[in-house]
C-alpha cells in the first residue's frame, strides 16, 4: 500500500522568498514520485518526477525536489518565489509498473506575500 | 500535440439524475484514468482504462462506471447522483507504459443540487 503525507495545509512565503513544500511518503515498493501544481479551476500541471534515477530531480518554473530514502521524503522546493507560484501543490506516489493509480497527498496551498 | 480535452467543463444536474463526461486523451496515448476531486476528500482514484479495459479501480460505488472506446476516448458514468457527487472531476492520459507520467485535463466541475 502506498500513502502520502502532505505537511501543512497551507505556506505562505514573501516574494524572492525560499519555497519548501513538505511531502513524505509510504510505500512498500520502491516508489515513482511526482509533485503536481493545480491552479484555480484547473487541472493537475507536472512539476517534476523522480523515477529512480538521479536523486536530485530539476523541474519546470525554477521547482527542484530531493528523494531521501533514509527520511521517506520528497521535499519540493524553489530558491525564490514568485507571485505567480501561487497556487496549489500536490504530492503523489506511485509503483515502478506504471500500472497503478497515483496516490495523492492532501495538498499544499502556497500564498506568496509581495 | 493536443493535450488531454475534458467535456463539458460545467455541469449542472439534479439529484437522481445520471450524467456522462468525456474525456479524449492526448494522442498515442492507451491509459486513461479518473479522479474525483472534492474539498473533504481530496483527490481520489476512480478506475483506469486501458487498451479498452478496465485495468484500475478505486474504491467508489457501482454508480459511478465508466468505458473506453477503441481511439481511447473514455467516457465516465454517474447514476442516480447524489449531492455528496458535486466535484471537480478529472480526467488523465498516460502511455499506461513505466515509468508513467500522467497529463491531466482541465476538469469537469460536476454541481449537483
Known amino acids: 500500500a502506498q500513502s502520502v503525507t502532505q505537511l501543512g495545509s497551507h505556506v505562505s512565503v514573501s516574494e524572492g522568498a525560499l519555497v519548501l513544500l513538505r511531502c513524505n511518503y509510504s510505500?512498500?515498493?520502491?516508489?515513482?514520485l511526482f509533485w503536481y501544481v493545480q491552479y484555480p479551476n484547473q487541472g493537475l500541471q507536472l512539476l517534476l518526477k523522480?523515477?529512480?534515477?538521479?536523486?536530485l530531480v530539476k523541474g519546470i518554473n525554477g521547482f527542484e525536489a530531493e528523494f531521501k530514502k533514509s527520511e521517506t521524503s520528497f521535499h519540493l522546493t524553489k530558491p525564490s518565489a514568485h507571485m505567480s507560484d501561487a497556487a496549489e501543490y500536490f504530492c503523489a506516489v506511485s509503483d515502478p509498473t506504471g500500472r497503478r493509480a497515483l496516490t495523492f497527498g492532501s495538498g499544499t496551498r502556497l500564498q506568496v506575500q509581495p | 500535440k493536443a493535450g488531454v480535452t475534458q467535456t463539458p467543463r460545467y455541469l449542472i444536474k439534479t439529484r437522481g439524475q445520471q450524467v456522462t463526461l468525456s474525456c479524449s486523451p492526448i494522442s498515442g496515448h492507451r491509459s486513461v484514468s479518473w479522479y474525483q476531486q472534492t474539498p473533504g476528500q481530496g483527490l481520489q482514484f476512480l478506475f483506469e482504462?486501458?487498451?479498452?479495459?478496465?485495468?484500475n479501480k478505486g474504491n467508489f460505488p457501482g454508480r459511478f462506471s465508466g468505458r473506453q472506446f477503441s481511439n481511447s476516448r473514455s467516457e465516465m458514468n454517474v447514476s442516480t447522483l447524489e449531492l455528496g457527487d458535486s466535484a471537480l472531476y478529472l480526467c488523465?492520459?498516460?502511455?499506461?507504459?513505466?515509468?508513467?507520467?500522467?497529463?491531466f485535463g482541465q476538469g469537469t466541475r460536476l454541481t449537483v443540487v
Open positions: 523522480y523515477t529512480s534515477a538521479a536523486t
Open positions: 510505500s512498500s515498493v520502491p516508489p515513482y
Open positions: 488523465a492520459s498516460s502511455s499506461g507504459d513505466s515509468p508513467t507520467e500522467a497529463f
Open positions: 482504462y486501458f487498451s479498452e479495459t478496465q485495468r
